[in-house]
Nanobody
Framework: QVQLVESGGGLVQAGGSLRLSCTVS????????MGWYRQVAGKQRELVAT???????NYADSAAGRFTISRDNYGSTIYLQMSKLKAEDTAAYYC???????????????WGRGTQVTVSS
């Protein structure tokens, strides 16, 4: 019933920029912290950035200074503005959200299906 959909990925040259977006849809009571994670084949998924419902951001060292996470006024959409992209940023980027689904009592974490970012040298 709860779905997260990412968009904005693509192919970009090193040094370029991309903006990712993620929107929570479906039946839910509330959305708490949301974040972006990335994964390369054969490696574990890793944190890129998170943002709380109060819009307090947190960044991985690899993203700090180059990436900016933000959240819309309603709180169900987040963005990741990526600049000065490097080849090592190439990965599938996944959105994550802490959600209480409608009809549920517990806080659960949901994942989007990912959007591919490829940075060419």
């Amino acid at each position: 019933q709860v779905q997260l959909v990412e968009s904005g990925g693509g192919l970009v040259q090193a040094g370029g920029s991309l903006r990712l977006s993620c929107t929570v849809s479906g039946r839910f009571w509330m959305v708490g912290v949301m974040g972006w994670y990335r994964q390369v084949a054969g490696k574990q998924r890793e944190l890129v950035a998170t943002i709380t419902s109060d819009r307090s951001p947190n960044y991985a060292d690899s993203a700090a200074g180059r990436f900016t996470i933000s959240r819309d006024n309603y709180g169900s959409t987040i963005y990741l503005q990526m600049s000065k992209l490097k080849a090592e940023d190439t990965a599938a980027y996944y959105c994550n959200a802490a959600v209480i689904a409608r009809g549920g009592d517990d806080l659960d974490y949901y994942w989007g299906r990912g959007t591919q970012v490829t940075v060419s040298s």
